[in-house]
């Protein structure tokens, strides 16, 4: 397939690489000629961690790079091309801008087969493409920071996007190796959002209210409910911890799921002092300048889980 990844940023560079690594060619288009400059040695160096943890399906760092060019001509990007895959900053006159373009140069280059997919994380398709006239050919497809370690990616129609694209945008999404789940319709936060949230409310609430310590409800993900998540989830976790399964579980259980989601204080901001408090955790937890350390720490950590993984 001929893939265009449009704007090259920290997630534009993920997509290039995944398309890539799966066969495809790809172009990479950016308004910031420096922002391409960078790119390439970026996605090398990110192909390279690939290769040593066994991630790059035997092939050669060089042979994947070089089915990635970069490019500031969008119209030949465009023409013939079977899926764009936009990467610009979450700002919704910015969307609403670059879709249009993207729609007038679908007009003018013909290709009206081409799929325009969002990477965006909250912004839901139907703010900023509905006046488009190749509007059925556009939705959301939200990957999670590091999408070549993190798989899922969150495939979003608007009201008028066609159920064929949506199917394609699954499909292609397949044969590159990533997760792809489909939404029915729009929600705001998708699924990624809403699920994380609601912890992260709990945990804030929890916080505020005495009833343990920031480093505490890491802790209870991080060595607890976490691991067995990061291979199953909620409702596989419900089926197999009743003996016949999730009827069982929820005629045993449910009354206390509701009892104590009903004991689930206000949704607001927390106060100052909490948000000071679960900062003052996380800097004994990582000093502030070793940040950069742990981030990197965690990707390192993505990958052997994802080659963990691949053994399953
Ligand atoms: P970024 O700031 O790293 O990169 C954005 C790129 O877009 C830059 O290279 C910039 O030059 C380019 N750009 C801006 N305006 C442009 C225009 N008009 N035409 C062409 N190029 C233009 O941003 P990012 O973090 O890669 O985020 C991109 C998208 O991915 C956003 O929608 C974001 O919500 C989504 N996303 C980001 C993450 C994340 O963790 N960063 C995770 C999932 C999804």
């Not at 007038?104 to 965006?120: H, P, R, Y």
Request: glycine share 8%; proline share 6%; with cysteine.
């Amino acid at each position: 397939m001929k893939i265009v990844i449009f704007g090259s940023g920290l997630i534009g560079r993920c997509w290039a690489l995944l398309f890539a690594r799966a066969g495809n060619t790809v172009q990479l288009y950016d308004k910031e000629p420096a922002q391409l400059n960078g790119a390439l040695d970026d996605i090398e160096s990110k192909l390279k961690g690939l290769q040593s943890s066994g991630l790059l399906q035997g092939q050669a760092v060089a042979d994947v790079l070089k089915r990635i060019s970069t490019t500031t001509d969008l119209d030949g990007a465009i023409t013939g091309a079977d899926y764009l895959q936009e990467c610009v900053p979450d700002i919704v006159d910015l969307k609403r801008n670059v879709f249009a373009q993207l729609d007038a140069l679908v007009e003018k280059t013909g290709n009206s087969k081409i799929i325009l997919a969002s990477s965006t994380s909250v912004i839901p398709a139907s703010t900023f493409t509905e006046p488009l006239k190749h509007r059925s050919r556009c939705l959301v497809a939200h990957p999670i920071n590091p999408p070549h370690y993190i798989p899922v990616v969150e495939v979003v129609p608007a009201p008028w996007t066609s159920p064929e694209v949506t199917a394609e945008t699954r499909r292609i999404l397949d044969s590159i190796g990533q997760a792809p789940v489909v939404l029915n319709c729009e929600v705001e936060g998708f699924l990624v959002n809403r699920l994380q949230f609601a912890l992260l409310m709990e945990g804030y609430r929890l916080v505020e209210a005495g009833v343990c310590s920031p480093a505490d409800i890491d802790t209870t993900i991080s060595k607890g409910l976490g691991l067995r998540w990061s291979f199953m989830g909620p409702f596989q976790t419900i089926d197999l911890n009743a003996p016949g399964g999730v009827d069982d579980y929820c005629k045993r259980y449910n009354p206390g799921v509701v009892r104590v989601c009903k004991d689930f204080g206000e949704t607001k901001d927390p106060s100052p002092e909490t948000v000071a408090a679960i900062n003052a955790a996380m800097r004994e937890e990582v000093p502030f300048e070793d940040l950069a350390k742990r981030r990197e720490w965690r990707d390192n950590r993505l990958a052997a889980l994802a080659v963990h993984k691949l053994q399953m």
